[in-house]
């Protein structure tokens, strides 16, 4: 990264969501009166690669009572003429970047390197959205993990690239998603046919997909960057859900917790930040064996670890051998389980790779297989 790069993240992680930028996120009771998908306002984006042009977006969305809400993103068009019948998209979801507004991915400087895939989904063609989720970027607190909440924003962020003239979308698209991503796609899959209905979707792939959420919490905690991960999650759904923090948390550890959710996951500096307060968590964290012994945290763990989909789906899941965040047997068990239920899944395990780069290393073959997907291929399946 190049120093000036850093000094401005620096810079902003010290002032929350720049200035300039605060009135794009704030939506008005009047501006969230619409349908899910719809678009508040939109802006012109720089940085986008030489083959395209990029927005930022406020687009209209579903709460998880229910509620009209707003949610940020941005939709990337390639410059090549659309095709008759209009372009095909495929909505990315990213992994954590944080849990606080200012942790928007719209909002990083690096935010198109941050994609998984870009290139090649731009140059088959298609339009590209990434939303920031609920609660990045646009007011908080963001339902961290919360799989209906993540799905929701990932099925309007298509629906508001369909609004976005200069994109002349079809209703053809496809999910691909990372880590926290990959739950989020495959809740957009679970919920397309019943909340987006009008929409086609083609298949969905997902890298290091956080599916069991109890087992992961609990093979995670041994490590460094698991506390800070379960940190993370205790503030979200403290402030979500109300579920008492100091249930489970040492007193003199609470401090720690909020001061990690307080970090996003993009730059160095923040990398540098996670790791000190991640080793005061090693030393007191929770007062607990395991948080999975208590409610609501059990309950939300259930509602939120993901089942079988609809087996018509096709499913693409990739992941890394040396995973030590998503443990790969998680993700085989998810693997059968989908099977079982009849879904046709096409798996790339990759020796040696660990959750940071799954989606990285994989993104290629995600493309080709999403290619296929939209070209009417037959899904290919590694199940028996």
Known sequence: ??????????????????????????????????KPGSVIRTEPMSGAPLSAKAYRVLYRSTGLKGEPIAVSGVVIVPFALAPPGGRKIVAWAHPTSGVVQKCAPSLALLLFDQIMGLSDMLANGYIVTATDYPGLGTPGPHPYLVGDSEGHAVLDSVRAAREVPEAQANDHFALWGHSQGGQAVLYAAKLAASYASELRLAGVAAAAPATALGTLMQDDIDSTGGKNLMAMTIYAWNRQFGAPMDQVVEPNAIK????????????LIDFWEHDEIGKKLDKSFLKVKNILDYEPWKAITAENTIGALPPAIPVFIAQGTKDTTVDPPVTEAYIQKLCAAGSKVETYFMPGVGHGFAAFHSSSEAATWIKGRFDGEPAPSKCH
């Open 1 to 34: 990264m190049k120093l000036w790069h850093l000094a401005v993240a620096v810079l902003i992680a010290m002032v929350g969501v720049p200035p300039a930028f605060a009135g794009f996120y704030d939506a008005t009771s009047p501006e969230l009166e619409g």
């Open 256 to 267: 720690n917790v909020d001061d990690v959710s307080n970090v996003c996951v993009e730059s």
